[in-house]
C-alpha cells in the first residue's frame, strides 16, 4: 500500500542538506570502465530542457538570480505565518511591517516579475557526482519566498483598492508557477502547483475580504484564467525515468566475468539516496524498502531488472492520465497494475510513491481549486444578478452561467456547492476521497477534512488580533 507524504516545504533546504551528507560519507558508487560506458543521462536530461539556441538575457533563470541575489527575507517579527492572513485581519504594526519589507524588495519584485515573463529553463543541470541523483536544484525556496512576498503585495495593493496592479502581481505568480510545470524534477513541479495555488487563494481572499465591484472581480479573476490552459496537470516523470535508468545502472559492477551483478551494498546505498531525492523515508509495512527486496536485488541481473524498470515506467506514465478518484481505486486493488509496479523492482517502488504523491498533493488539488474558482465566480454572479444565491448548480445552468458543471477529481461527482444561510460552501472531497460536508482538514493532523475553496480560511484565530 501506498503511503502518500504531504507537501512538506519547510523541510526542502533540510532534505537537500541531508541529502548532500549522505553522500559524502557513503561515497559514489561507479562501475568500473570495461568497455560498456554509462549512458550520460544527466546531459541527455540538459538536451531536454535547454533550447538550441540559448541566449542569457532570454531565460528566465536569469532573472530570477538576480531577484533572489537582493532579496530581503521577511522580518521575524511578522514571520511567515502572518504573510497568509489577509492585511486587514492584522495589527496596523504588522501591517507597517510588511509594508516596509514590500517596500525594501522592489528591485526583487521587478526582476522577479521580469522573470516570469521569460521562457524558463535552468542554465544547466551540474552534478557534482556524475549521476542525476547528483545534479543541484536550484534556489526553491528562495523562489517560494518571492511568490509569498509578491501575494502580500497583491494583497495590500487590494486592500488599498488598486485592484488593477493586484491583478498583475497575481498574474506575475501564476506564470512563476508554469515555470516550474514540466519536464521539471518532482519537486520543481510540487513548487510549481504550490505556487498556482496561492495564486487562485490570493483571489479569493480579495473577493472576500476587499470592497470590489463587478468589473474588479473579473479583472482579478481574468488575471488567472488567461494562464490555465487546460485542467490536465498531468505529472511529468521525465526526470524519474532519468533518475531510475541511472539509479540503475549505477546499482550494478562488472564481475571478474565481465558480467553485470548486483551488488547488495551498493544497491542500498542508491536506493537510500533515492529515498531522500524522494523528500522522505519510504516505508512498506514498516519494513525497509531494501529488506523486502533483499532477494530481488541479488538475484536479477541487469538486462532484466532495465526490461521491469522500463516496462513499469511505461505502465506507470499511463495510470497518471487518470484521476484522482480512479487512481486511488486502483491503489485499493490487491492485486492491480500499481501493485504490480511496486513488486516488480525496488526503484519502481519509489517511484511510484512519488508520482502517486505528487499527483495527488499537487496536481490534483490545483485541478479541485481551478474547477472551484469557475464555480465561485458563476455564484457570485448569479447573486448579483438574481439578488440571492442559487438552490442549487442547475439553476446556475439555467442562467447559463456554468457550460459544464465542475467535476471534482476526487469523488468524480460534481464540485460541492452548498447554500447556507446568507452564505455559501463549494469544495473538493479532497485527499481523504469522502464528504467531510464542507469541513477543512486541520493542517498536520490525520483528521479527515474536505478541500474548502469557499468561504477562505479566516486566520484571525492563529494570531492575537491587536485592536
Known amino acids: 500500500m501506498f503511503k502518500i507524504l504531504g507537501n512538506r516545504w519547510v523541510f526542502v533546504k533540510l532534505i537537500s542538506i541531508v541529502f548532500l551528507s549522505i553522500i559524502f560519507l557513503i561515497g559514489e558508487t561507479h562501475a568500473e570502465e570495461d568497455g560498456n560506458a554509462f549512458v550520460d543521462y544527466v546531459s541527455l536530461y540538459n538536451q531536454k530542457n535547454q533550447p538550441m539556441n540559448y541566449k542569457a538575457d532570454d531565460n528566465a533563470a536569469t532573472h530570477y538570480q538576480k531577484a533572489i541575489k537582493v532579496f530581503l527575507k521577511a522580518p521575524q517579527e511578522i514571520r511567515y505565518k502572518y504573510l497568509h492572513i489577509w492585511p486587514g485581519d492584522l495589527s496596523k504594526q504588522n501591517v507597517q511591517t510588511i509594508r516596509q519589507w514590500v517596500k525594501s524588495n522592489s528591485l526583487a519584485l521587478e526582476y522577479f516579475t521580469k522573470a516570469s515573463k521569460k521562457q524558463y529553463f535552468w542554465t544547466e543541470k551540474k552534478s557534482f557526482d556524475g549521476s542525476v541523483l547528483g545534479i543541484l536544484l536550484p534556489d526553491l525556496a528562495e523562489i517560494r519566498d518571492l511568490t509569498r512576498l509578491t501575494c502580500c503585495r497583491a494583497r495590500l495593493e487590494a486592500m488599498d483598492g488598486s485592484i488593477i496592479k493586484a491583478a498583475k502581481d497575481i498574474e506575475t505568480v501564476y506564470r512563476v508557477g508554469n515555470h516550474f ?20 487563494e490570493t483571489v479569493l481572499m480579495t473577493i472576500q475580504n476587499a470592497q470590489i465591484d463587478k468589473k474588479e472581480r473579473e479583472c482579478l479573476y481574468h488575471s488567472l484564467k488567461k494562464y490555465i490552459d487546460d485542467e490536465e496537470f498531468i505529472p511529468d516523470l521525465l526526470a524519474m525515468k532519468l533518475i531510475c535508468l541511472d539509479c540503475l545502472q549505477r546499482m550494478y559492477i562488472f564481475n571478474q566475468d565481465g558480467q ?32 523486502r527486496h533483499k532477494s530481488e536485488l541479488v538475484q536479477m541481473d541487469y538486462e532484466k531488472a532495465k ?13 497518471m492520465v487518470l484521476e ?5 481505486e486502483t491503489m485499493n486493488q490487491e492485486q492491480g497494475i500499481l501493485q504490480s509496479i511496486q513488486e516488480s523492482h525496488p526503484l519502481l517502488n519509489i517511484l511510484a510513491i512519488e508520482a502517486i504523491n ?30 440571492r444565491l442559487p438552490l442549487n448548480l442547475s439553476e446556475l445552468q439555467e442562467a447559463g452561467l456554468l457550460e459544464k458543471v465542475p467535476i471534482d477529481p476526487f469523488s468524480g461527482k460534481p464540485i460541492e456547492y452548498k447554500k447556507l444561510d446568507d452564505n455559501f460552501t463549494v469544495y473538493s472531497y479532497g485527499l481523504d476521497f469522502d464528504d467531510d460536508g464542507g469541513e477543512r482538514k486541520v493542517q498536520f493532523s490525520e483528521q479527515n477534512g474536505d478541500l474548502v475553496a469557499w468561504p477562505v480560511k479566516k486566520y484571525e484565530e492563529t494570531v492575537l488580533k491587536q485592536k
Open 181 to 200: 510545470n514540466r519536464p521539471q524534477q518532482p519537486v520543481e513541479q510540487m513548487l510549481g502547483m504550490s505556487v498556482k495555488a496561492q495564486a487562485i
Open 358 to 387: 505528487l499527483k495527488f498533493s499537487a496536481h490534483e488539488r490545483l485541478r479541485a481549486q481551478v474547477r472551484a474558482l469557475d464555480m465561485i465566480m458563476s455564484v457570485l454572479t448569479f447573486k448579483e444578478n438574481k439578488g
Open 307 to 319: 526490461e521491469l524498470l522500463t516496462k513499469g515506467l511505461e505502465q506507470l506514465e499511463r495510470v
Open 260 to 291: 553485470r551483478v548486483m551488488d547488495e551494498q551498493s544497491s542500498r546505498k542508491q536506493l537510500i539516496l533515492l529515498r531522500l531525492r524522494c523528500q522522505g523515508l519510504m516505508m512498506l509495512g514498516y519494513v525497509s524498502v531494501e529488506q
Open 324 to 328: 484522482a478518484w480512479q487512481l486511488n
